[in-house]
Every structure is written in structure tokens, then in C-alpha cells.
């Protein structure tokens, strides 16, 4: 049995995804500056590339502030071939400035978590 592993996991402005299924991450972040106040509306676009066993699994998506409950959570069931390449579009809205982190799961177990720093920024 593979055991799951992670090549990527990074947020982006934008991933564009080309005829011969190749990715292009387009201004990789981890830092947010709000210019409106909050709560702000944003949408996350998430790289994630992974291998693991064949078959049927759970993938969970999450956001939570630092010490906080889940902000918000996706899940998809994925019929995988060894190696995974995926974007999830997540709509987030973002209440306060602090430290936010994005965790992966595959089928319970996390495969990866990267940060989110949110700033207010006066216009």
C-alpha cells in the first residue's frame, strides 16, 4: 500500500490549467491584505498535488482562524490513480485580521497545512 504523500499545496490568485493538463499557479500567496472592512468576501483558489493509493477517497478542504472553530470546509470523494493534481475554488468570508490556517486531509489523516496571515489595510 502507498502511503499518502504531498508534492503541493498553495493558494493562488489564479491557476490556469492548459489543453495537455498542465498547471500554471499564477502569484502564489500567504498573505492577504483586506482594503474593505470586515467581514470580507474572497475566493481561495487552492493547488494541491498529492500521491496516493488507488481507489476511493475522502478529501477535506478546510479553513480556521488560529484557535478557532472552522471558518469553512470542503469535501470531495475522488476515485484517485495513484497521483492527484487538483483546484478547489473555496469561497471564504473572512471576519478579523490573524492567522488563518488551510489544512488537507485525505480520508481523515492531514496530508498538508499552510497559513493564511490576514491584514487590514486602510485605504
Same mark, same amino acid.
Given at each position: 500500500m502507498? *502511503?499518502?504523500?504531498i508534492? /503541493?499545496f498553495v493558494?493562488?490568485?489564479n =491557476?490556469?490549467?492548459?489543453? /495537455? &493538463?498542465?498547471?500554471s499557479? =499564477?502569484n502564489?500567496?500567504?498573505?492577504l491584505n *483586506?482594503v #474593505?472592512q470586515?467581514?470580507a468576501?474572497?475566493l481561495? !483558489?487552492?493547488y494541491l #498535488?498529492f500521491? /496516493?493509493?488507488?481507489g +476511493?477517497h !475522502?478529501? =477535506?478542504? #478546510?479553513?480556521?482562524i #488560529?484557535?478557532?472553530e472552522?471558518?469553512v470546509?470542503? %469535501?470531495?470523494?475522488l476515485?484517485?490513480?495513484n497521483k ?6 473555496m469561497?471564504?468570508?473572512?471576519e478579523?485580521? &490573524?492567522v488563518?490556517?488551510?489544512t +488537507?486531509?485525505?480520508?481523515?489523516q492531514e496530508?498538508s497545512?499552510?497559513?493564511? =496571515?490576514v %491584514?487590514e489595510? !486602510?485605504a
Open positions: 502507498t *502511503v499518502p504523500q508534492k /503541493a493558494i493562488c490568485e =491557476i490556469i490549467v492548459d489543453q /495537455a &493538463g498542465r498547471f499557479l =499564477i502564489i500567496y500567504n498573505h *483586506v #474593505s470586515f467581514p468576501n474572497h481561495l !483558489k487552492i #498535488s500521491f /496516493a493509493p488507488q +476511493a !475522502k478529501v =477535506i478542504i #478546510s479553513l480556521a #488560529s484557535g478557532q472552522k471558518v470546509e470542503h %469535501e470531495f470523494l476515485d484517485l490513480d492527484v493534481d487538483f483546484v478547489v475554488e469561497p471564504v468570508i473572512v478579523s485580521s &490573524g488563518y490556517f488551510i +488537507a486531509l485525505l480520508d481523515g496530508l497545512k499552510t497559513d493564511l =496571515i %491584514e489595510v !486602510k
